[in-house]
């Protein structure tokens, strides 16, 4: 199976920084890496599929960038909205893994 | 608008049997693949099942032999049948609908709770 590492595994912040939360996959996993976002007694949210498109209807301050083995998801300038835990997904090969998450919380 | 709601968990005793529904609507069911997709409480997310639009199955290695996943396109209903629980499956229960070519998973439902305990 594939392994997911996601970094940090929490963080805190305060509205308006530029955060960034990082993943490798145990190999290569050609740019199938999607970023999920969850709130609290919520499902998971797509935000990012393949690496680095945006998902419909998500805000452009979320960004996603890599290939081959590692991987960022980048918020341009956190909002209240945005402090949840956010994981990040390989999709190259059955069985789909997810790292543990990254929380993000208000400094 | 794309909308999946899950029904049927609660609570069962080690050994003991579920069987979930994921209720779908707001798209062409039959044209997609669905997939579920478990969480153990205050854990991470683990992928459990996929069924793809023609009826093809994969089972994560923990519920092979354990689960059945299903789908009736004319309900435009997936289902998860699980025997022989233990107390490690334990976790809310997602399905998700397949975005394209099972890359992404672009809707989620609000989850249904299963727990396995005497």
């Known amino acids: 199976d594939i392994q997911m590492t996601q970094s940090p595994s929490s963080l805190s912040a305060s509205v308006g920084d530029r955060i960034t939360i990082t993943c490798r996959a145990s190999q290569s996993i050609s740019g199938y890496l999607n970023w999920y976002q969850q709130k609290p007694g919520k499902a998971p949210k797509l935000l990012i599929y393949t690496a680095s498109s945006l998902q419909s209807g998500v805000p452009s301050r979320f960004s996603g960038s890599g290939s081959g083995t590692d991987y960022t998801l980048t918020i341009s300038s956190l909002q209240p909205e945005d402090f949840a835990t956010y994981f990040c997904q390989q999709t190259n090969r059955i069985p789909y893994t997810f790292a543990r998450g990254t929380k993000v919380e208000i400094k | 608008e794309v909308q999946l709601v899950e029904s049927g968990g609660g609570l069962v005793q080690p050994g003991g049997s579920l069987r979930l529904s994921c209720a779908a609507s707001?798209?062409?069911?039959?044209?997609?693949?669905m997939s579920w997709f478990r969480q153990a409480p205050g854990k991470g997310l683990d992928w459990v099942s996929t069924?793809?639009?023609?009826?093809?199955?994969y089972y994560a290695d923990s519920v092979k032999g354990r689960f059945t996943i299903s789908r009736d396109n004319s309900k435009n209903t997936l289902y998860l049948q699980m025997d022989s629980l233990t107390a490690e499956d334990t976790a809310i229960y997602y399905c998700?609908?397949?975005?394209?070519?099972?890359?992404?998973?672009?809707?989620w439902g609000q989850g249904t709770l299963v727990k396995v305990s005497s």
């Open positions: 707001g798209f062409t069911f039959s044209s997609y693949a």
């Open positions: 069924i793809t639009g023609s009826g093809s199955t």
């Open positions: 998700a609908k397949d975005q394209y070519k099972l890359l992404s998973f672009d809707c």
